[in-house]
């Protein structure tokens, strides 16, 4: 019988959780890449990071304009922390 040090065991239960928690979700993805669930999901995601997308489009077209509209005189960081009170 092989006698296996117990630094080598503890590195392989590492490698083994570390690889489960990146094969999981892919294998659950295929398995039920048909079900409705995993579809809407999905959708959801991509349209959410489509409106931050756009959200962060707009803030920084709004910072822009702001910060040459008024001439430089104010600071860049006054002007995005007023945004930011504005969209929130």
């Given at each position: 019988m092989v006698v296996?040090?117990?630094?080598?065991?503890?590195?392989g239960k590492h490698f083994l959780a570390?690889?489960?928690s990146f094969m999981f979700p892919r294998l659950a993805f295929v398995t039920?890449?048909?079900?409705?669930?995993?579809?809407?999901?999905?959708?959801m995601l991509m349209q959410f990071m489509m409106l931050m997308l756009i959200a962060a489009f707009c803030f920084c077209g709004f910072l822009y304009a702001l910060w040459t509209c008024v001439g430089h005189s104010f600071p860049l960081?006054?002007?995005?922390?007023?945004?930011?009170?504005?969209?929130l």
């Open positions: 296996v040090e117990r630094w080598a065991r503890e590195l570390v690889t489960a039920l890449k048909d079900n409705l669930m995993v579809l809407s999901l999905r959708a960081d006054m002007i995005r922390s007023l945004l930011l009170l504005v969209f």
